[in-house]
């Protein structure tokens, strides 16, 4: 028995949550389009998110991650990974609440520490202590996530696929999301 995918799932947590991975394995549960709003944002600019940031500054790039998740939202139901500082945003909120469904990755300061530090594609961590950075972002921003419709644990053991199954699990609590077909 496969399940239908009726509304679009936004997973949205911060960096090294797994949203891109958990969200790609768990596009092919569902066999839906998996679709990354950082991706986009990078087609459409054609520069990377740290040259955006760079260039134009957070407040631009919040703006073009606004346009890109709310044009997202309108399309064919999907698996949608956002940026870690999306869901910060009021506007976003409602628009993932609108028109589909909200789900935090919750994964704890040390899972996420484990797997960011060695990765240089994170411009928000360019600073003297990236550790008190991420700490001082995760402070900041577990009260939005918090807002979520719904919440999945992260588990240090779990498999890639194993998360994107507990994902699942929670999704099928949620029949105005997925049905079974």
Same mark, same amino acid.
């Given at each position: 028995?496969?399940?239908?995918?009726?509304?679009?799932?936004?997973?949205?947590?911060?960096?090294?949550?797994?949203?891109?991975?958990?969200?790609?394995?768990?596009? %092919?549960?569902?066999? #839906?389009?998996? @679709? /990354?709003? &950082?991706?986009?944002?990078?087609? *459409?600019?054609?520069?990377?998110?740290?040259?955006?940031?760079?260039?134009?500054?957070?407040?631009?790039?919040?703006?073009?991650?606004?346009?890109?998740?709310?044009?997202?939202?309108?399309?064919?139901?999907?698996?949608?990974?956002?940026?870690?500082?999306?869901?910060?945003?009021?506007?976003?909120?409602?628009?993932?609440? %609108?028109?589909?469904? #909200?789900?935090? @990755? /919750?994964? &704890?300061?040390?899972?996420?520490? *484990?797997?960011?530090?060695?990765?240089?594609?994170?411009?928000?961590?360019?600073?003297?202590?990236?550790?008190?950075?991420?700490?001082?972002?995760?402070?900041?921003?577990?009260?939005?996530?918090?807002?979520?419709?719904?919440?999945?644990?992260?588990?240090?053991?779990?498999?890639?696929?194993?998360?994107?199954?507990?994902?699942?699990?929670?999704?099928?609590?949620?029949? /105005?999301?997925?049905?079974?077909?």
């Amino acid at each position: 028995m496969g399940l239908r995918l009726k509304k679009t799932i936004a997973l949205v947590g911060l960096m090294g949550a797994g949203k891109t991975a958990v969200g790609t394995a768990l596009a %092919r549960k569902l066999n #839906a389009p998996f @679709l /990354d709003s &950082d991706e986009e944002i990078v087609k *459409a600019a054609n520069m990377s998110i740290a040259e955006i940031f760079e260039r134009d500054g957070e407040s631009f790039f919040r703006q073009k991650e606004s346009q890109v998740i709310a044009r997202l939202l309108q399309g064919r139901p999907a698996v949608l990974s956002t940026g870690g500082g999306a869901f910060m945003s009021e506007t976003n909120r409602r628009e993932i609440s %609108r028109n589909g469904v #909200a789900i935090w @990755l /919750d994964a &704890d300061l040390d899972l996420l520490w *484990a797997r960011v530090r060695h990765k240089d594609s994170r411009p928000l961590l360019h600073t003297a202590d990236p550790y008190a950075t991420l700490r001082n972002l995760y402070n900041q921003r577990r009260p939005f996530y918090a807002l979520a419709d719904l919440t999945v644990k992260a588990d240090p053991r779990y498999s890639v696929d194993e998360m994107a199954g507990a994902v699942l699990a929670i999704l099928k609590t949620r029949p /105005d999301v997925v049905e079974a077909m």
